[in-house]
């Protein structure tokens, strides 16, 4: 696709549900980037991937989330039994690191996941 | 690890010339990145330093200071449409290129 695209773009759950939220990259971007954004924050980094494996989770809050992109494409953010203080829009971005340019990140749109 | 800090809020007048400052401190150096956010939307890219110095482009620009830990972003002749929040972002050295994001500045352009 053209850009990053994020779904479901809005979630409201009650407390102690199970919620997955979809990215699907930029074509051909290895990189993938999960991070949570509060209102009047920053990107708080979670999760990163290169390729299939988790290069690294060291963000994620605790064993409550979880994520997979089992082929390489398309990423699934999992959350069990959500918390209130889970409420927050989760931003994914991809992106192609290579020698020739910067690498920067290309954000979706965002899942805003409000936790009742 | 690393840390940002940049002011909480910007305020300008249409027309004019803005800075918008960001320090941080990290163990080891790859990149600074500035992102706009507008409301409700997602962050998208404006600039890219890696070496000391000023890099332009059209209205924005961007300058790095690596002895210093500083960084700033300029945008002249403000537009309305300037309003947004501005993100600085720091990639470490270490080999997972994760960009870690300061908490922004809230840019309010006024006519």
């Known amino acids: 696709g053209a850009g990053v695209s994020q779904t479901p773009s809005n979630k409201v759950t009650e407390k102690g549900k199970y919620v997955e939220l979809r990215c699907d990259p930029i074509?051909?971007?290895?990189?993938l980037y999960w991070y949570r954004q509060s209102l009047g924050q920053g990107p708080e980094f979670l999760i990163y991937?290169?390729?299939?494996?988790?290069?690294?989770d060291s963000g994620l809050p605790n064993d409550r989330f979880f994520a997979v992109r089992p082929e390489g494409s398309v990423s699934t953010l999992k959350i069990q039994r959500t918390e209130r203080g889970d409420s927050a829009v989760y931003l994914c971005?991809?992106?192609?690191?290579?020698?020739?340019?910067?690498?920067?990140?290309?954000f979706g749109e965002g899942s805003r996941l409000t936790v009742l | 690890g690393q840390s940002l800090e940049q002011p909480s809020e910007v305020t300008a007048v249409e027309g004019a010339i803005v800075q918008i400052n960001c320090t941080y401190q990290?163990?080891?150096?790859?990149?600074l990145f500035w992102y706009q956010q507008h409301a409700g939307e997602a962050p998208t890219f404006l600039s890219y330093?890696?070496?000391?110095g000023l890099e332009e482009k059209g209205r924005f620009s961007s300058f790095l200071s690596r002895s210093k830990g500083y960084s700033y972003l300029l945008l002249k002749e403000l537009q309305m449409k300037d309003s947004a929040s501005y993100f600085c972002?720091?990639?470490?050295?270490?080999?997972?290129?994760?960009?870690?994001f300061g908490r922004g500045t809230s840019l309010i352009v006024h006519p």
């Open positions: 971005a991809s992106s192609e690191l290579t020698g020739m340019n910067t690498g920067e990140l290309f």
């Open positions: 074509s051909g971007h290895t990189a």
């Open positions: 991937f290169q390729g299939t494996g988790a290069a690294d």
């Open positions: 990290t163990s080891g150096f790859n990149g």
């Open positions: 330093n890696v070496l000391d």
């Open positions: 972002a720091v990639r470490a050295t270490g080999g997972s290129y994760i960009p870690t």
